[in-house]
């Protein structure tokens, strides 16, 4: 029961149809009695895939550990300090994560096989990543001077790539459902 | 029994007695400590890196990995010269492009996050001809934007607007030091890394240019300006105009500083041309400088040397250089690595006399971490790493320069790409030839790839010692090693590898050797086979008979016989692209292999080629190949053909010779 109160009071700051309902039936002395009969779907989905018939979806060691796997099995895309307490900027660095995300995804069109991890200390921003071996290792050179000398320029900070390379995108296919 | 338990015992109350001593130990000890007085040690500066630094100082070079400035991943690893140099400079062109971004859209990067302001991640700032002004001029010469500041200065002058001394001052002296060509930017490391430098020694000087328009509109030519416009024209080798600027100073009796007496006494050897003459020059100028009181300093000594240098034939040069060394060491002047840099270069000449200079030299710098104090100092060490080799062949000195570039920060003194790898390809050709080659190996293996590429010299030397010293075993790593440097189409290496391995004697103790040479001798079969399909190729590699010998000669002790086959019928076949002929000794081991499994034909083949190429073994190979296989009568026919019937009849009596002795 409290777990559907919370829902419910959730729901209520959400204001959608759904929540009305639930807030109508919840408050005692409401004028309307609407009485939804349809079981809440109380699905978690974020983060998670869905199973193909035939088994034939690729995921990523990332993908195939759920949200609730952080810090167990795998680690966070983000590090940073900015949600802990008296941490400083921490709308702007979303954003500025947002924006990195991108811009390498951009930049390296076709090429990343796995998130973009965005890592800050000091006044550094290091981005790692696994990257496919599609282009000649000269134009990845200058991919990776571009990217680092532009985002720091856009950033304002010194910018660092960390990225691996590797021969096939099979290689990073954890398991396939 | 019971007196060891009571020694035992013993013993464990000895302990126990020292464990309880400790605390009160510990109380004694602190007693005489409360009655001192705790010094408070003096704040030392420190500059806001300094911590970095000596971090940074705790670790080394790492031999194992690529250089930092590379991507830390295999595939992004560089093995050869051309690629270590290719990905630096793609990495650079990158930066470039995005500089290019940045400054082509200023409107997109004025925002400004960063607190303080970082000028040196926002746009350039761009003026306009209605900016101009003294203030923006000023700015423009600070920035060292040499044509931006000139254009400037031409706005100036055509707006009227009146320049102060100051500015323009300022403005020459930028001009002189760059002769108003802008500069590669302090940014681009890797170019500056990798440029050619070229020392030209010949006039580059802008005559009539920016620099003496400049200073005829100066209002009074005073002494700075006169000091500025002489180092300027003696720095791009216009000396006779300096000099002329020197003696109207004289004329005015307007004093010089002590840089631009140095700078003409750096250039007193183009003014006259005998060597006495040209070191009275240097003299006259020293003491015009000591009778204006004008202070020497480390630049002065340089200068004095490189005079010195200049006229390094001459029989008194060397005296004089030491003399010149110790008086300016009494004046309190320490020199840098450029004054050592010149003295090697006097002393020790292709042409003259061998010095050991170079040896008292070390003994002296030992352990000492050098600054860079001098444009040339970065000359210093691949100089003496190539007299340690070419001059006075000592392993020992080229060590101890080794270990003088390891000191401290020193590595940043080895100058640019071309002299680091200049360097190596000494140390390495002098320990190739004078270690024993196990440890020679030792050290190749460190150094190389990530620290020191060798070229196709050096690889040809170690490869020629390697045979010499009959270190077979490292040959598949040196040949894997050269095609992974792109060595392996050079025809002077990969001859140079077969013979090694055609030298190689299988025994049963070295059956993995045995095996790999047969690969390598595979590999370099196939190699050059795709680079003979390849048309374009402007260098196409020939084979010569000799390396086809060796090829058959590996790959049958390495029991690759179908290949033998592939190898022989292509130089039957392709007899007239191929220089020379196989030899006979490879020959007469195919010959064998053929006979030891019963393969007739192929026997055949190995005589019909003997006698194309005309070696006078042909009979002895054919009667061989009679005598140790039953051949049939169609091969019989075939060699009887080829050979004569008289060889045939050799063949019989001797056949009926060995029949008759048999029963």
């Not at chain 2, 019928?569 to 191929?578: C, S, V, W």
Request: glycine share 4%; charged share 25%; aromatic share 8%.
């Amino acid at each position: 029961m409290s777990a559907v109160l919370r829902e419910g009071r959730v729901i209520l700051f959400g204001r959608s149809c759904f929540s009305q309902n639930v807030a109508n039936f919840l408050m005692p002395g409401s004028s309307v009695r609407n009485l939804s009969t349809t079981a809440a779907v109380q699905k978690v989905q974020s983060g998670r895939y869905k199973v193909t018939r035939d088994r034939s979806r690729p995921l990523t060691y990332e993908m195939a550990n759920q949200p609730c796997q952080i810090a167990h099995r795998k680690s966070w895309n983000s590090w940073n300090t900015t949600t802990l307490y008296e941490g400083l900027r921490e709308p702007e660095t979303v954003m500025d994560d947002v924006f990195i995300r991108k811009f390498m995804t951009g930049t390296w069109h076709n090429l990343f096989v796995s998130e973009v991890i965005i890592k800050r200390q000091h006044n550094m921003i290091r981005i790692a990543g696994i990257v496919q071996q599609k282009l000649a290792a000269r134009k990845m050179y200058f991919l990776i001077g571009y990217c680092e000398e532009l985002l720091s320029y856009w950033l304002k900070c010194p910018v660092k790539l960390e990225l691996q390379i590797v021969s096939d995108k099979k290689d990073v296919i954890y398991k396939y459902i | 029994m019971r007196g060891s338990i009571h020694h035992t015992f013993h013993r464990l109350l000895k302990c126990l007695d020292l464990r309880s001593s400790l605390p009160r130990r510990t109380l004694s000890t602190s007693i005489p400590l409360s009655h001192q007085e705790i010094v408070i040690p003096k704040r030392i500066q420190r500059s806001p890196t300094d911590i970095l630094q000596a971090l940074a100082s705790t670790i080394k070079r790492d031999t194992s990995g690529p250089h930092y400035k590379h991507h830390d991943d295999p595939y992004l690893t560089p093995a050869s010269n051309s690629l270590k140099r290719m990905y630096s400079l793609s990495k650079e062109s990158g930066r470039k492009a995005a500089r290019w971004i940045r400054d082509s859209n200023p409107q997109l990067f004025l925002h400004t996050p960063d607190d303080p302001h970082i000028k040196a991640f926002a746009p350039t700032v761009r003026y306009t001809e209605d900016d101009a002004s003294e203030a923006v001029l000023r700015e423009l010469v600070r920035q060292n934007e040499v044509s931006d500041a000139i254009t400037m200065y031409r706005i100036c002058k055509d707006k009227n607007i009146d320049l102060s001394d100051e500015a323009k001052q300022e403005l020459l002296e930028l001009v002189c030091y760059s002769n108003g060509e802008d500069q590669l930017e302090e940014d681009w490391l890797e170019e500056r890394w990798h440029r050619q430098t070229t020392t030209t020694i010949r006039k580059t000087w802008n005559d009539d240019g920016v620099a003496e328009e400049l200073f005829q509109s100066l209002g009074e030519k005073k002494s700075p300006a006169y000091c500025a416009l002489i180092r300027g024209m003696t720095q791009y080798y216009q000396v006779d105009r300096a000099w002329q600027l020197y003696k109207e100073c004289q004329e005015r009796e307007l004093p010089l500083d002590t840089n631009t007496y140095n700078s003409l006494i750096r250039v007193s050897s183009f003014l006259r041309d005998a060597s006495d003459l040209r070191w009275q020059l240097v003299k006259e100028l020293l003491a015009t400088m000591a009778e204006s009181g004008v202070q020497p300093n480390l630049g002065t000594l340089n200068s004095t040397l490189e005079a010195l240098t200049q006229v390094a034939g001459w029989r008194e040069a060397r005296g004089l250089s030491l003399q010149v060394l110790r008086e300016f060491t009494q004046a309190g002047i320490e020199p840098s690595l450029a004054t050592y840099y010149f003295l090697l270069l006097i002393h020790c000449r292709e042409r003259g006399p061998v010095s050991h200079l170079l040896l008292d030299m070390l003994d002296h710098m030992q352990g000492r971490a050098f600054q860079a104090r001098h444009l040339k100092d970065t000359y210093f060490f691949v100089t003496a790493m190539n007299i340690a080799r070419n001059h006075i062949q000592n392993l020992e000195a080229a060590r101890h320069v080794d270990d003088l570039l390891h000191t401290g920060n020193n590595y940043c003194l080895i100058g640019d790409s071309y002299r680091e790898s200049v360097y190596y390809r000494h140390y390495f050709a002098l320990m190739c030839s004078q270690m024993p080659i196990d440890q020679f190996m030792e050290v190749y293996s460190d150094l190389s790839p990530h620290i020191y590429t060798p070229e196709r010299d050096v690889m040809e030397m170690i490869l020629k010692f390697t045979t010499l010293h009959n270190a077979l075993q490292y040959i598949p790593q040196l040949y894997s090693d050269m095609v992974a440097y792109n060595l392996g189409n050079q025809e002077k290496l990969l001859t140079l590898v077969l013979s090694a391995a055609a030298q190689h004697q299988p025994a049963d103790d070295n059956i993995e050797l045995t095996e790999k040479m047969g690969r390598v001798a595979e590999d370099i079969w196939t190699r050059v086979e795709e680079l003979r399909q390849d048309k374009t190729r402007i260098n196409q590699i020939t084979w010569t008979g000799q390396m086809l010998g060796d090829v058959l000669m590996c790959l049958v002790v390495s029991g690759n016989y179908k290949l033998c086959q592939v190898v022989l019928k292509d130089a039957t076949l392709k007899a007239h692209t191929i220089l020379g002929y196989i030899p006979p000794p490879a020959l007469r081991v195919m010959l064998d292999a053929a006979i030891q499994r019963k393969d007739g034909d192929t026997g055949l083949e190995v005589v019909k080629y003997a006698l194309e190429s005309g070696h006078h073994e042909t009979g002895e190979l054919a009667l061989h190949l009679r005598s140790s296989l039953n051949l049939t009568p169609r091969q019989k026919a075939k060699l009887t053909t080829a050979l004569g019937t008289d060889i045939m009849t050799e063949a019989t009596s001797s056949d009926s010779d060995s029949e008759g002795c048999q029963p």
